[in-house]
């Protein structure tokens, strides 16, 4: 019996949460997909809206992976090391695209739930699998803390996503379609 054995259950849910939330973003997407959009929306979608798909995709591939009859942990390790790796790099490109963009001022919340929180998961990641062959326990709860994180990360951007259009997006459509 592997290490990842009493983690079945956990990324057997977690996986299944990110993949219908993976579902939803697309359902919302399509929902708000008639309203009026500026000439920077592709950036602001770039910044905010991709980002969340990432770390859904991320959780529901690490879980995956996780749940695969692994022989040992090191292959493993290398995985979600690599996904970690790649998952700090992706910050700091949407950190990049955060500030670059026009569409929308971003506030602290905003660089907390995008960049830094993403980070520190991602970051984790890949200490976990640096941290791997003298501690696989506490890696293994690394991993765990880092996908729930970028789960709850995504759950929190798609709702601020979704408030902000209903709340801000759509009054100003409205407005302008009462002046005209």
């Given at each position: 019996m592997?290490?990842?054995?009493g983690w079945?259950?956990?990324y057997?849910?977690?996986?299944?949460?990110?993949?219908?939330?993976?579902?939803?973003q697309f359902?919302?997407?399509?929902?708000i997909?008639?309203?009026p959009?500026?000439?920077?929306?592709?950036q602001?979608?770039?910044?905010f809206?991709?980002?969340?798909?990432v770390h859904?995709?991320?959780v529901?591939?690490?879980?995956?992976?996780?749940?695969?009859?692994?022989?040992?942990?090191?292959?493993?390790?290398?995985?979600?090391g690599?996904l970690g790796?790649?998952?700090?790099a992706y910050?700091?490109?949407?950190?990049w695209?955060?500030q670059t963009?026009t569409?929308?001022q971003?506030?602290?919340?905003?660089?907390?739930?995008?960049?830094?929180l993403?980070f520190a998961?991602?970051?984790i990641?890949?200490?976990?699998a640096?941290?791997?062959?003298?501690?696989?326990?506490?890696?293994?709860?690394?991993?765990?803390?880092?996908a729930?994180?970028l789960l709850f990360?995504?759950?929190?951007?798609?709702?601020d996503?979704v408030?902000?259009?209903i709340?801000?997006t759509?009054p100003?459509?409205?407005?302008v379609?009462r002046?005209?």
């Amino acid at each position: 019996m592997t290490a990842l054995a009493g983690w079945q259950n956990f990324y057997v849910i977690v996986g299944s949460s990110a993949g219908a939330l993976i579902g939803l973003q697309f359902v919302v997407m399509t929902l708000i997909s008639n309203m009026p959009r500026g000439p920077s929306s592709a950036q602001a979608g770039n910044a905010f809206a991709t980002p969340t798909v990432v770390h859904f995709g991320t959780v529901l591939l690490l879980s995956a992976a996780l749940c695969a009859p692994w022989r040992g942990i090191g292959g493993a390790a290398l995985l979600w090391g690599l996904l970690g790796v790649g998952g700090v790099a992706y910050t700091i490109i949407v950190a990049w695209r955060m500030q670059t963009q026009t569409a929308y001022q971003p506030e602290f919340e905003d660089w907390l739930f995008h960049a830094l929180l993403p980070f520190a998961a991602y970051a984790i990641l890949a200490l976990a699998a640096y941290g791997t062959r003298a501690h696989v326990h506490v890696a293994l709860f690394g991993v765990g803390a880092a996908a729930l994180l970028l789960l709850f990360i995504g759950i929190h951007n798609a709702w601020d996503a979704v408030t902000y259009h209903i709340f801000v997006t759509k009054p100003r459509q409205q407005e302008v379609e009462r002046r005209n």
